[in-house]
């Protein structure tokens, strides 16, 4: 009986074609929106993902995000690192600084400071020269993406020019020479990073009584972290979290405090209903227009459980294939957007939320139609 | 499998069926206890002004339609004790139909529409298009198995779907209106057809018909009016009767 159902489902092209559509479009809005919206939440925490070697991250108790700075004492990371089970602590700045461009022009950069004697922290992928450089004198290392758009030069003919190694630019009217370009994931803001030594961020920051963001410490081989995290706690005072609890903090922070998942859980949701509206009542109207037809297997002795399991197989393919183009749309989209501005993460997970949304699509459109077939008397083949 | 009684000659005995449809101020007597007996190998027509109450008794007959009184037994069967399933099972494997407007899937081929029956019998699709080929041949459409129905007339159609009764060998064919919708001629050819094909010493032929000019084509004509059996006679003396009156 499969055959029939596919061919009666194939044969009427016009509404076959209105409902791929409609599961398309439901498909392909629900994976890009939600992609979009995973991509920027993966931008919140970017800066963690990039600075992967510390266990544990030390901050301010109110800390409430990433970016959320908050700065502590230097005296902090001493005392960290006496703290049983820690195999090292370090100091890390971050903070928002006026980089001024040679047209004169200023741009707001994220300025990161390492630990001056292991660098640790720094960039995940550099492009051009080495971390250690940055032991140069006044030695900054700028993200690529910045060093070719934003911190870009632009010639007086208005071409943008990209900052190579020795050029040289002001960071908060201190003179600083690019010594390197690195690759870093975007982050939330899209402002530029720019690297260096701890001691030069703070002297590039404005004077400030405290000028440390992070305390990075690295758990000794066999230490429980969580333990150490609640050890740090005690000890100091101040708030430990591990990678994860701190990405989830962010993620958690942005959720709660910003109408970023409300727009685009909007948007996810208007792709849902847009589906059963336009899937959902082109595939009644299927039904309708070939009850006749139910009505005649019926009569023929087709039982309910066979008419079920064609109008499923009907529901299923169509969603199949919708799901598919769908998908295979917005991973094009994600492709072609891939070098932009455009935040676009598309994970497993992802394909198969969008797949079960699409099923839950089609169950709802398809549970009007087997209510009317399951309910439909065969006597009516009798009617003219 | 459901165990009919092959010994009985009766294929079909009614006795006082009743149905109503409706309630109250709308409550409609369609059938107001009808008597019939159609043998085995009969060719029995049921005709009457429309509203007379035909399609309800085929429907009963047939086992798409409950009736509410009386007695309706099939080849010994009454359907009052079969259930949902059984009734189900009971058309699946014994009631081969033929439709006024045909009841063609537009989507598939002859041969597929053919096998229709075969199918939801449980055959599997390449045994099923193959028989329903060997079926076509003997209805004369053996060059049109391919053939999607709207590439079909009227009476190509209706012989389809007179090959999609035959194909599971059912033991009661039933026709509603089998040549309203076709000219004289063509009409006839179908009457020859079914008569050649559906008629049997273990099966049973009922036609609802308003065409006259089919009547000769029947063993015995029932008369219906207001939901009852008013006479059951030959084609001769029916039309006869109607001459007078």
Redesign the interface.
């Known amino acids: 009986?499969n055959?029939?159902a596919l061919?009666?489902l194939?044969?009427?092209r016009a509404k076959y074609l209105g409902i791929i559509f409609g599961l398309t479009f439901a498909s392909l809005l629900i994976t890009q929106q939600s992609a979009i919206f995973l991509g920027l939440m993966t931008r919140t925490f970017g800066f963690l993902t990039d600075t992967g070697l510390p266990d544990i991250w030390v901050v301010d108790p109110k800390v409430q995000y990433i970016d959320d700075l908050k700065p502590l004492k230097e005296t902090e990371s001493l005392r960290v690192r006496g703290i049983e089970g820690v195999e090292w602590a370090v100091p890390m700045y971050k903070g928002l600084l006026k980089a001024r461009l040679p047209n004169g022009t200023f741009q707001a950069c994220i300025l990161v400071g390492l630990d001056d004697e292991t660098l640790i922290g720094g960039p995940p992928e550099m492009l051009q020269g080495k971390i250690a450089d940055l032991r140069n004198s006044d030695a900054i290392i700028v993200d690529i993406v910045g060093a070719t758009g934003k911190l870009a030069k632009i010639l007086p003919d208005g071409t943008r020019m990209p900052l190579h190694i020795d050029d040289t630019m002001e960071l908060n009217d201190h003179r600083a020479v690019v010594v390197g370009t690195c690759r870093v994931q975007r982050t939330f803001q899209s402002q530029p990073v720019v690297y260096t030594t701890f001691s030069r961020a703070t002297l590039f920051a404005p004077r400030e009584r405290k000028l440390m963001s992070f305390v990075l410490v690295k758990a000794k081989q066999g230490q429980d972290i969580n333990i150490l995290c609640q050890r740090i706690r005690q000890m100091t005072g101040l708030a430990a979290y591990t990678h994860n609890e701190l990405r989830e903090l962010t993620v958690h922070y942005y959720m709660k405090y910003t109408g970023i998942p409300i727009n685009f859980g909007i948007t996810v949701v208007l792709g849902f209903i847009v589906g059963v509206a336009i899937a959902g009542q082109t595939f009644y109207n299927f039904t309708l227009d070939n009850l006749?037809?139910f009505g005649?297997?019926?009569?023929?002795?087709?039982?309910n459980g066979?008419l079920f399991r064609m109008i499923i197989l009907q529901a299923s393919t169509v969603g199949g294939i919708g799901y598919g183009i769908g998908v295979g749309a917005a991973s094009v989209f994600g492709l072609m957007t891939g070098n932009t501005e455009l935040s676009f993460y598309l994970p497993w997970q992802l394909l198969v939320f969008s797949a079960t949304s699409i099923t839950l699509i089609c169950a709802a459109s398809s549970v009007l139609s087997i209510w009317k077939v399951i309910r439909l008397?065969?006597?009516i083949?009798?009617?003219? | 499998m459901i165990e009919m009684d092959t010994m009985n000659t009766n294929a079909v005995l009614c006795r006082g069926v009743t149905k109503t449809y409706g309630s109250g101020s709308t409550q409609v007597h369609a059938l107001s206890g009808v008597d019939l007996e159609v043998c085995l190998g009969e060719h029995m027509m049921l005709v009457g002004p429309s509203g007379s109450g035909k399609t309800t008794l085929i429907s009963i007959i047939s086992g798409v339609l409950d009736h509410d009184g009386g007695e309706c037994r099939v080849f010994g069967r009454e359907f009052s004790h079969m259930n949902r399933y059984e009734k189900t099972l009971y058309r699946k494997q014994n009631v081969g139909f033929v439709f006024q407007m045909f009841n063609l899937i537009p989507t598939l081929s002859a041969a597929e529409n053919v096998a229709v029956p075969l199918l939801i019998n449980g055959v599997s699709r390449s045994e099923a298009v193959d028989r329903a080929r060997d079926v076509l041949n003997r209805v004369g459409l053996g060059d049109r198995t391919y053939s999607l129905p709207d590439q079909l007339s009227g009476g190509q159609q209706q012989r389809v779907a007179i090959a999609r009764a035959l194909i599971h060998n059912p033991r009661l064919i039933v026709c509603d209106e089998p040549t309203s919708a076709l000219d004289h001629e063509t009409g006839h050819k179908v009457m020859e057809l079914l008569h050649e094909t559906a008629i049997g010493v273990d099966r049973a032929l009922i036609v609802v018909t308003h065409d006259a000019r089919i009547f000769s084509f029947a063993n015995r004509i029932a008369k219906m009016d207001d939901g009852r059996i008013t006479y059951v006679t030959s084609p001769h003396h029916y039309l006869e009767n109607e001459k007078q009156n």
């Open positions: 009986m055959f029939i061919k009666m194939v044969g009427n006749r037809y005649t297997l019926k009569a023929m002795g087709a039982s066979t008397e065969p006597a083949v009798f009617k003219s």
